[in-house]
């Protein structure tokens, strides 16, 4: 059995239950996993992020219907999808609009099209530290679509651009970057990555960061030291996911 296997392996044993999003979307992809933890998950919108049954049809919250919507894994209508990405936009909530504009350009051709138009332009904005910009949920949205017909030049300063983000994702626990990683230029992320080490992420960020280092070939020894039990069970469940050993 793999290290990762163990870790996953006890804490089911002990008694564990997940207890973020994030560990529901990573669960999702490793059925026998879910399955060990069927009987403990109990919430409706929770079961479908893991994979246990479909999501719910609606619900009351913006929150709550992003999250029905990364369930439902881009099968709702194009429609729904933009209203819910500019409900998500004007909330000023950054982890719900990057999520609902990735769910949007999905399924909506127009949508990755404008994302495609605004990434060719050979300038970008200024962004404040702290803040994220309409390009950058551009790129989160469609770079694995978009960035490899992008000359190589241009993906290394896009990448860059885009670094700072990183902190912002994994303080949300976000998964902003876990679709877009490879089509990014990995060199320019391995010191972003690091310095995260030094800076707060909030109950499991370290693990994310941690994993996308992992899934370009990196582990900073400094982000290792800072992982704690559920930063742990996420890199687990994120090298599982991956079929690493």
């Known amino acids: 059995m793999s290290r990762y296997s163990d870790v996953i392996s006890a804490w089911i044993d002990e008694g564990g239950r997940p207890e ?7 669960i999702r992809r490793l059925p ?8 403990r998950i109990t919430d409706p919108i929770a079961r479908a ?3 246990l049954e479909p999501p719910p049809a609606t ?10 919507a990364v369930a439902a894994g881009g099968t709702m209508s ?6 819910l990405e500019e409900e998500a936009k004007a909330s000023g ?20 099209a404008a994302a495609r138009m605004s990434l060719s332009e050979q300038s970008l904005p200024y962004v404040f530290p702290g803040e994220i910009d309409e390009v950058m949920v551009d790129l989160l949205a469609v770079a694995d679509r978009v960035l490899p017909a992008l000359h190589v030049d241009w993906v290394r300063k896009l990448t860059q651009w885009i670094a700072p983000v990183l902190a912002l994702d994994c303080r949300a626990q976000g998964m902003w970057f876990w679709p877009v990683l490879g089509s ?4 320019k992320l391995a010191r972003p990555l690091a310095k995260l080490a030094q800076v707060p992420l909030g109950p499991g960020g370290a693990g994310l960061a941690l994993s996308y280092s992992l899934r370009i070939g990196l582990e900073p020894e400094e982000l290792t030291a800072k992982c704690e039990d559920l930063d742990r069970r996420i890199i687990a469940l994120a090298r599982l996911g991956d079929g690493a050993s």
């Open 59 to 68: 619900a009351a919250s913006l929150i709550d219907r992003v999250r029905i």
């Open 20 to 26: 973020t999003d994030l560990e529901l979307r990573m």
């Open 49 to 51: 992020l893991a994979g």
């Open 184 to 187: 990014l230029d990995g060199g």
């Open 93 to 112: 909530d950054a982890n719900l609009w990057v999520t609902a504009a990735r769910l949007h350009a999905m399924v909506n051709l127009g949508r990755e």
């Open 32 to 39: 026998d996993v879910a399955a060990r933890l069927d009987d």
């Open 78 to 83: 194009a429609a729904v999808l933009g209203d």
